[in-house]
């Protein structure tokens, strides 16, 4: 059974309306991913807020940091998986599948991160994104002094509060747009 084939359940903006820095925004999405990603889509609906959201995204998950792209994702994943946001666990578990070679993760992340043999690093990493996601306010000095003993500077810890926090607020923008990630992400690297 397919999914729905709506972008979200607003009216999107109408492409060709777009300035030209976000039609060639979107004509590099195309070349370089074979689609545009329905998140942009939507927020091509308050074209300064893509343009933030897009440089917010590019930073996080793409800028310096002490942690992975890889490890980034896997934050999107499992804070997004204990938000049940549909959207970013298809397109974020598709990234995973992507950086890490193996179509499994992706989905261990997608269901329950718990399962997945995990280094203790990343198992910190994400025990802690989880609760961030869940419990934000139960976090505590032990939390902190727990990923530091695993290795990660403040500067890393700051990038995994920065992922966890982005992703949650993502989800909540998905769910309360209704927002439907592209069809063609379930089929990729499987």
Same mark, same amino acid.
């Given at each position: 059974?397919?999914?729905?084939?709506?972008?979200?359940?607003?009216?999107?903006?109408?492409?060709?309306?777009?300035?030209?820095?976000?039609?060639?925004?979107?004509?590099?999405?195309?070349?370089?991913?074979?689609?545009?990603?329905?998140?942009?889509?939507?927020?091509?609906?308050?074209?300064?807020?893509?343009?933030?959201?897009?440089?917010?995204?590019?930073?996080?998950?793409?800028?310096?940091?002490?942690?992975?792209?890889?490890?980034?994702?896997?934050?999107?994943?499992?804070?997004? #998986?204990?938000?049940?946001? =549909?959207?970013?666990? +298809? *397109? /974020? !578990?598709?990234?995973?599948?992507?950086?890490?070679?193996?179509? $499994?993760?992706?989905?261990?992340?997608?269901?329950?991160?718990?399962?997945?043999?995990?280094?203790?690093?990343?198992?910190?990493?994400?025990?802690?994104?989880?609760?961030?996601?869940?419990?934000?306010?139960?976090?505590?000095?032990?939390?902190?002094?727990?990923?530091?003993?695993?290795?990660?500077?403040?500067?890393?810890?700051?990038?995994?509060?920065?992922? #966890?926090?982005?992703?949650? =607020?993502?989800?909540? +923008? *998905? /769910? !309360?747009?209704?927002?439907?990630?592209?069809?063609?992400?379930? $089929?990729?690297?499987?």
């Amino acid at each position: 059974m397919p999914q729905p084939d709506h972008v979200m359940r607003l009216k999107p903006a109408d492409e060709d309306g777009l300035d030209d820095d976000l039609k060639a925004y979107f004509a590099t999405c195309l070349e370089k991913l074979g689609m545009v990603p329905n998140v942009l889509r939507a927020y091509a609906l308050r074209p300064e807020k893509l343009r933030l959201f897009s440089r917010m995204y590019n930073e996080l998950m793409l800028g310096q940091s002490g942690l992975s792209k890889l490890e980034r994702e896997m934050i999107a994943v499992t804070v997004s #998986a204990e938000n049940r946001c =549909y959207y970013c666990l +298809v *397109a /974020h !578990g598709q990234a995973v599948r992507a950086l890490s070679d193996d179509p $499994a993760l992706g989905e261990m992340l997608a269901f329950n991160y718990r399962v997945a043999a995990l280094p203790t690093r990343q198992r910190a990493m994400l025990d802690f994104a989880a609760k961030l996601a869940t419990a934000p306010q139960d976090i505590t000095e032990d939390d902190r002094e727990g990923l530091r003993a695993e290795g990660f500077s403040d500067e890393d810890i700051f990038d995994i509060c920065d992922v #966890a926090g982005f992703f949650s =607020y993502t989800n909540r +923008v *998905a /769910h !309360g747009l209704d927002m439907m990630p592209n069809p063609q992400y379930h $089929a990729m690297n499987r």
